[in-house]
């Protein structure tokens, strides 16, 4: 089995800075997309706004509402991911989750992918 795991929320003031992180476990070999999605306060899972994605190759595309403030980022040595967040506004409150479409890991029985795996997200919070 394999798991991402989010860390880096927490607080900060409008024209702040986080960072978030995404890490991985498991015997892997190979992550494809990698994507951040925030879900509002008191949102819905079928709420959850994507924000960025980043290809295995290093392309990334952003949502309008967070273009040039917010760069997304992967270590493919390492299988992590990151998201870096600058000139944050309140309206970026919320819990954030990263996704993979796809992890390729080792088990006893060789090479198997899990699809569409998501993090237990991170709770970030903007205010003054």
């Known amino acids: 089995q394999v798991a991402l795991v989010e860390s880096g929320g927490g607080w900060a003031q409008p024209g702040g800075s986080l960072r978030l992180s995404c890490t991985s476990s498991?015997?892997?070999?190979?992550?494809?997309?990698m994507t951040w999605h925030r879900q509002p306060p008191g949102g819905q899972r079928d709420q959850r706004e994507l924000?960025?994605?980043?290809?295995?190759?290093?392309?990334?595309t952003y949502a309008d509402s967070v273009k040039g403030r917010f760069t997304i980022s992967r270590d493919n040595a390492k299988y992590t991911g990151s998201l870096e967040m600058n000139s944050l506004k309140v309206e970026d409150t919320g819990t954030y989750f990263c996704?993979?479409?796809?992890?390729?890991?080792?088990?006893?029985?060789?090479?198997?992918?899990?699809?569409?795996?998501w993090g237990q997200g991170t709770q970030v919070t903007v205010s003054s």
């Open positions: 996704n993979a479409d796809r992890i390729g890991h080792w088990t006893e029985s060789g090479a198997q992918f899990q699809y569409d795996i």
């Open positions: 498991g015997k892997i070999f190979n992550i494809g997309k």
């Open positions: 924000l960025a994605t980043i290809s295995s190759s290093g392309i990334a």
